[in-house]
């Protein structure tokens, strides 16, 4: 009996520590980009906190590009009076014809909820917005917001739970983000232009500064390197030029997509938290301009 207890002691020891250096630092991942000084990096690069308050807003930014991946940040948003504050945590390439993955959470007054607001872009076209309610209170504790980002797929999670699928359907002429390789952003602004509930409400300056925090990021993808050269896989890797096919070593995340049970769920988190969809937005089925995805 007590044998059992201490190996069992063992295995939650070596797991424990499995996941404490599971997470990358902020300090070796990142460089704070703007916000002078409202962005830092504490606890020995395990966590990161912005701010924003009347003058500025601030924001960090990946120090690599990817090209795929499966990439995890806990979050912990503005808590109180948040109203016309966006926090961003985002997917993107450079240019005109840039591809880009985004996540954003639109502040609100206390005790109004905030709204999860996601897009995708590709090639410089975006306009594919949904969002979402949330099933907790996002400024209470960390929660893990995940893009699972693969040749086939990208699928947006909350803890976890699949809330969106963007599908490769460029058999049927849809472009999907497959070649520009993307940094992480993220940033906290003011935005009580448009923001909450339709720019109606303003920001509370009296309540500033306004801090949100990072922690637990988690990046297993297919890193960028000398030469347009992607490296794939956690620690060791092998190099494959851009658009030649699986890597040898990226993990399973690689061919990944929804089985019939997580399909399941995410439909049931679209009935009962989603709020807004492009597919079906009364203006544009009028106008006629739902994107032909949103009928395949
Ligand atoms: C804020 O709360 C109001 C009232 O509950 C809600 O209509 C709105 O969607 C919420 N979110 C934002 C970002 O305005």
Same mark, same amino acid.
């Given at each position: 009996m007590a044998?059992?207890?201490v190996s069992v002691l063992a295995i939650l020891l070596a797991s424990a520590i499995a996941a404490?250096?599971?997470?990358?630092?902020?300090?070796?991942?990142?460089?704070i980009t703007w916000g002078d000084g409202r962005g830092k990096i504490l606890n020995n690069g395990q966590l990161l906190t912005l701010g924003l308050d009347k003058t500025s807003g601030s924001g960090f930014q990946s120090k690599h590009e990817y090209l795929f991946g499966k990439i995890d940040m806990q979050l912990k948003l503005v808590a109180g009076n948040s109203a016309g504050t966006v926090t961003a945590y985002y997917l993107s390439s450079q240019g005109a014809t840039h591809d880009e993955i985004d996540f954003e959470f639109l502040?609100?007054? +206390? @005790?109004? /909820?905030?709204?999860?607001?996601?897009?995708v872009f590709t090639q410089g076209q975006g306009q594919r917005e949904q969002q979402f309610r949330l099933w907790f209170d996002p400024t209470k504790d960390f929660h893990?917001?995940?893009i699972l980002w693969n040749p086939k797929h990208?699928?947006?999670?909350?803890?976890?739970?699949?809330?969106?699928?963007?599908r490769n359907l460029e058999g049927k002429g849809i472009a999907f983000p497959k070649n520009q390789p993307m940094r992480l952003y993220s940033s906290l602004?003011?935005?009580?232009?448009?923001?909450?509930?339709?720019?109606?409400?303003?920001t509370d300056w009296s309540h500033a500064p306004f801090s949100a925090s990072y922690r637990g990021f988690k990046a297993d993808a297919c890193v960028v390197v000398a030469g347009g050269r992607t490296r794939c896989g956690a620690t060791v890797g092998e190099e494959v030029a851009p658009? +030649? @096919?699986? /890597?040898?070593?990226?993990?399973?995340?690689?061919?990944?997509e929804l089985d019939l049970t997580r399909q399941q769920r995410m439909r049931w988190v679209q009935r009962n938290?989603?709020?807004?969809?492009?597919?079906?937005?009364?203006?544009r089925v009028a106008q006629g301009t739902v994107p032909a995805e949103c009928s395949m």
């Open positions: 044998r059992m207890s404490a250096a599971a997470a990358a630092s902020f300090d070796k991942e990142f460089d502040g609100n007054e +206390t @005790g109004e /909820p905030y709204t999860l607001h996601t897009n893990t917001y995940s990208i699928i947006f999670m909350v803890d976890d739970m699949p809330i969106r699928d963007f602004w003011n935005a009580d232009d448009w923001a909450t509930q339709g720019g109606r409400v303003k658009g +030649t @096919g699986a /890597p040898a070593v990226a993990g399973d995340w690689y061919n990944q938290y989603m709020i807004y969809n492009y597919c079906t937005d009364p203006k």
